[in-house]
C-alpha cells in the first residue's frame, strides 16, 4: 500500500508532521480528519523521503506538466463544451494518452468523482497537478453552471502563460548561448594556448610587457587553483540563494531589478501581462474579485509586485475601488489602471483586463526586441575585445621578437 508523507494542524493550531498508508490522497485525508488533524499538505513518499529530480523524472506518479497541462485542459473543454460528461470525457483522456503520469492522475480524478466528489474536490486530491488557481476557476465554474466556457478560457489562459513564457526564456536564449560560447572559448585559451606560449617565453628570458605578464599570470593562476575559483564560485551562487530567501534581502534585490534600465521594465511588462491575464481569467469566470486579486499575486515572482498586491488587498478590505487601490501603489503602468478603471465604470471589467493584458504583452514583445538588439552586438563587441586583448597580449612579446631580430 503507499505511503504519504503529510503535514496537518490540531485544532488548537500546532503542527504535525509523520507518514501513513493509504489507498489515496483522499483516503489519507480522511484519515487525518478521523484524527481531529486538518490537512496542510499530502505527498506521496519515497525511498529518500524526498522525491529527487531523476525520480520524479522518471516516476509514472509524476505531475503533469504546464505543457501537459494546457493540452490536457483544451481537450477537456472540447469534450465538455460538446456534451460529454465529466467524469466519461476524463476516462476518454486517460485512454488517449500514451503518457503513464497522466493515465494515472485523469484515472486518480476520475476516482474521486465516481466517489461522490465534485471536480473542484477531485482535482485538488492531484495538487502538484493542479494548482489552487486552476482549483479556485473550476470550483468557480460549478458554481455558474458554465463548465464548459470556463474551461475553454482557461485553456486559452494556459497557452497564454505557456507562450508569455517562452517569449521571455527566448528573449535570453541566443544572449546565453553566446557568452557561454565565448566563455569556453577564453578558458580553452587561458589554459591551453597561453601556457604552450608562455613556455616560449621563459626559454628566451625575455623582459615582457605588463599586459602579457598580466595575461601570463592569470593563465598560471586558472590552471594551478582553477577549482578554487569554480568553488568560490558555486559558494557564490549557493549563498546568494539562501541571502535571497530572506525576505527583506528578496525586497530589496527586487527592486533593484526593477529600477534597472531596459531589463527592469522588460521584467515589469511580462509580469504585469501575467498578472492581468490571471485577473481577467477569474474575473470573466465570476471568482470573487478578493480571491482573483490573490491567485494573481500567486503568479508574481517579484516580490515587489507582491507585496503592492498585498496592499492592494488592503485598501480593497477598506472599501477602495480595484483601480484605486491598484493606482496608489506606484508600481503598475497607468494603462493597466486606465483601462481597469473603465472597466469598473462600464461593468466590463473582465474584458478591459483582457484588453490590459494583451496590451502588456504588446509592450513586452516590442521592450524584447529592444533589449535582445542592444544586447547581442554588445556582447559580440565586450567579447570580441577581450579575445583580442588575449592574442594581442600573447602575439606583443612575438612580434617584438621578430623585430629584434632583424
Do not use: C
Not at 25 to 42: E, G, Y
Amino acid at each position: 500500500m503507499p505511503r504519504y508523507r503529510f503535514e496537518a494542524l490540531t485544532y488548537a493550531g500546532k503542527s504535525e508532521r509523520g507518514t501513513a498508508e493509504g489507498e489515496s490522497v483522499r483516503a489519507i485525508r480522511q484519515q487525518l480528519l478521523l484524527k481531529q488533524l486538518v490537512p496542510v499538505s499530502i505527498e506521496p513518499e519515497t525511498r529518500w523521503g524526498k522525491t529527487n529530480f531523476w525520480q520524479q523524472f522518471f516516476s509514472e506518479n509524476k505531475p503533469l506538466t504546464r505543457n501537459e497541462l494546457s493540452l490536457v485542459t483544451k481537450q477537456f473543454a472540447l469534450l465538455v463544451r460538446s456534451g460529454v460528461q465529466i467524469d466519461e470525457a476524463l476516462t476518454i483522456l486517460s485512454d488517449e494518452s500514451s503518457k503513464k503520469h497522466i493515465k494515472n492522475v485523469l484515472q486518480s480524478v476520475v476516482v474521486e468523482l465516481r466517489s461522490g466528489l465534485s471536480l473542484s474536490q477531485a482535482i485538488a486530491t492531484q495538487e502538484q497537478s493542479f494548482d489552487p488557481l486552476y482549483q479556485g476557476v473550476v470550483a468557480a465554474a460549478e458554481q455558474s453552471g458554465m463548465m464548459g466556457k470556463v474551461l475553454t478560457q482557461l485553456s486559452e489562459f494556459l497557452e497564454k502563460r505557456q507562450a508569455l513564457k517562452q517569449k521571455a526564456l527566448a528573449a535570453l536564449a541566443y544572449p546565453a548561448m553566446l557568452t557561454g560560447v565565448s566563455f569556453m572559448v577564453i578558458l580553452f585559451l587561458m589554459t591551453y594556448v597561453v601556457p604552450q606560449i608562455a613556455r616560449v617565453f621563459q626559454s628566451t628570458k625575455q623582459t615582457l610587457p605588463f599586459t602579457t605578464r598580466f595575461v601570463l599570470g592569470f593563465s598560471n593562476f586558472l590552471v594551478d587553483w582553477g577549482w578554487l575559483l569554480l568553488i568560490a564560485i558555486v559558494a557564490s551562487i549557493y549563498l546568494s540563494r539562501r541571502a535571497l530567501q530572506r525576505a527583506d534581502i528578496r525586497l530589496r534585490f527586487d527592486r533593484f531589478i526593477l529600477n534597472l534600465p531596459v531589463l527592469g521594465p522588460l521584467l515589469l511588462g511580462f509580469e504585469t501581462a501575467r498578472f492581468a491575464n490571471t485577473m481577467a481569467m477569474l474575473v470573466s469566470a465570476n471568482v470573487p474579485i478578493l480571491a482573483a486579486l490573490k491567485s494573481g499575486r500567486n503568479t508574481l515572482s517579484n516580490h515587489v509586485l507582491r507585496e503592492a498586491i498585498d496592499s492592494t488587498e488592503v485598501r480593497l478590505r477598506e472599501g477602495a475601488s480595484l483601480s484605486r487601490a491598484l493606482g496608489s501603489q506606484g508600481v503598475f503602468s497607468p494603462i493597466l489602471i486606465h483601462l481597469i478603471r473603465s472597466g469598473e465604470a462600464s461593468g466590463q471589467l473582465g474584458e478591459m483586463l483582457k484588453y490590459s493584458a494583451e496590451n502588456a504583452e504588446l509592450e513586452a514583445e516590442q521592450k524584447t526586441k529592444i533589449f535582445t538588439s542592444l544586447l547581442e552586438p554588445i556582447l559580440i563587441l565586450l567579447m570580441g575585445l577581450l579575445v583580442l586583448g588575449i592574442v594581442m597580449a600573447v602575439m606583443q612579446p612575438i612580434l617584438e621578437m621578430n623585430s629584434s631580430i632583424r
